[in-house]
């Protein structure tokens, strides 16, 4: 599976829904262009990457980390971090 990781950070507009963001994991087993349950899969991480929270997508788009809302990007090789996305 890729993973890619959004990091967002609240502005001073109100960006962010909640008091206190989260790190939200979305597990979609397919590529993230397309239709259907992709599309909405990449809007759902636009979203709450916009509210301020932190977004881990695990996925199998080997073309992830194209997405203008991906911080960091991981492949199948890539030794995975052992903590959270800072908020």
């Known amino acids: 599976a890729w993973l890619a990781t959004s990091i967002a950070t609240a502005t001073a507009s109100g960006t962010a829904a909640l ?12 590529i993230l262009s397309g239709t259907g349950s992709n599309i909405y899969s990449v809007n759902v991480a636009k979203i709450w990457k916009k509210q301020g929270h932190a977004v881990t997508v695990v996925c199998q788009d080997r073309d992830a980390h194209s997405y203008d809302f991906v911080d960091e990007f991981y492949g199948p090789k890539d030794t995975l971090p052992t903590t959270a996305p800072l908020l």
Request: aromatic share 8%.
């Open 19 to 30: 008091d206190e963001p989260k790190h939200l994991v979305i597990v979609h087993g397919y």
